[in-house]
């Protein structure tokens, strides 16, 4: 009697152990991308598709709060860990501004384009 009590005992820590590895697999985090592409607006309301080179960009909201630049192609380019929704702030000295929004998404790249305009 004592021995199949042993055994159901021993079987059930079974049972419960592989329930419990089965449950607790972690989930792989997924990085969020996000590519922003800035670009002149033209005199009319039209875009120039002119790339604006070396422009300064800000993405953020609470207390995230990422600073980069443009490079030659007029792209700047980042991963963040969480989805997010971000402002983007965008100058080029004191004369070209602009500014956005962005949803960043899991396990994807958001590709946003920013017009900036002269004031």
């Known amino acids: 009697m004592k021995n199949i009590f042993t055994h ?11 329930v419990v590895l089965l449950f607790s697999q972690c989930k792989k985090d997924e990085e969020c991308g996000v590519v922003i592409t800035v670009k002149l607006m033209g005199p009319t309301a039209g875009d120039t598709n002119q790339l604006v080179t070396s422009a300064a960009i800000k993405l953020w909201k609470g207390d995230v709060n990422e600073v980069g630049t443009t490079d030659a192609n ?5 991963k963040f860990k969480l989805e997010a929704i971000l402002n983007i702030d965008v100058n080029r000295g004191d004369t070209i501004l602009g500014n956005g929004i962005v949803r960043l998404k899991p396990g994807a790249t958001v590709y946003k384009t920013v017009f900036v305009s002269h004031i």
Do not use: E
């Not at 159901?8 to 592989?18: P, V, W």
């Open 74 to 78: 007029g792209n700047y380019s980042s």
């Open 8 to 18: 159901r005992l021993l079987f059930s820590f079974i049972i419960m152990f592989s």
